[in-house]
């Protein structure tokens, strides 16, 4: 079965200070990989996605993430955090031959000014 | 721009009884989906429609009934309420499928509270 872990609940980061976000996946094959941010209130919206080709992909809002197989990771980066980056960040997988996603539990950002 | 609307924003109901929550999309979008969002549990997928005409189960459908009524619209029933069923509900549609384009947009969501 497939699953998605992200380890920190919640993470404080101050602003203009560099972020990353973990996600680890367990999958037997090529995965389908995104990050989503959900901000109050709102639904989620994507960040950047990975199907394929260049492990390293940018996404909106300055962020990336990188696809490690080796350590079924999908780290999410972002070199200088801003503070309408709080939110909550959702990484997900999807399967090849479905047709819905997988979501970790959730990592909730705070910035402090 | 209306994108995915959901129908009603919050809800208060009392066990057993029932309630369907709307769900419409004006973005000509094959499949449609229902996730239910609870702390500490992230996302899950209720039940999704690849293209009109057709539902599946998908992770948490049990207290769930669904109907793709057309292409736009994908409502979400529940029979006989349960406090378990209290949660955020998201809408969401995809325009040929998550592991086709990769996208999903949700609507805003909708409060459900059971007493």
């Known amino acids: 079965a497939q699953s998605v872990t992200q380890p920190d609940i919640h993470i404080t980061v101050s602003e203009g200070a560099s972020l990353e976000l973990r996600c680890n996946y367990s999958?037997?094959?090529?995965?389908?990989l995104f990050w989503y941010v959900q901000s109050p209130g709102q639904g989620l919206q994507l960040l950047l996605k990975y199907f394929s080709g260049d492990t390293l992909v940018q996404g909106i809002k300055g962020f990336e993430a990188e696809f490690k197989r080796s350590q079924s990771s999908f780290n999410l980066r972002k070199p200088s955090v801003h503070w309408s980056d709080a939110a909550e960040y959702f990484c997900?997988?999807?399967?090849?031959?479905?047709?819905?996603?997988?979501f970790g539990t959730g990592t909730q950002l705070k910035v402090e000014l | 721009n209306a994108g995915v609307t959901q129908t009603p924003k919050f809800q208060v109901l009392k066990t057993g009884q029932s309630m369907t929550l709307q769900c419409a999309q004006d973005m000509n979008h094959n499949s449609m989906y229902w996730y239910r969002q609870d702390p500490g549990m992230g996302l899950r997928l209720i039940y999704y429609?690849?293209?009109?005409?057709?539902?599946d189960k998908g992770e948490v459908p049990n207290g769930y009934n669904v109907s793709r009524l057309n292409k736009r619209e994908f409502s979400l029933r529940l029979e006989s309420a349960a406090p378990s069923q209290t949660s955020v509900y998201f809408c969401?549609?995809?325009?040929?499928?998550?592991?086709?384009?990769?996208?999903?947009?949700f609507g805003e969501g909708s409060r459900l509270t059971v007493l």
């Open positions: 429609s690849a293209s009109e005409g057709t539902t």
């Open positions: 999958y037997g094959a090529t995965p389908y």
């Open positions: 969401a549609s995809s325009p040929l499928g998550v592991t086709s384009t990769g996208e999903l947009f």
């Open positions: 997900a997988l999807g399967s090849g031959g479905g047709n819905k996603l997988t």
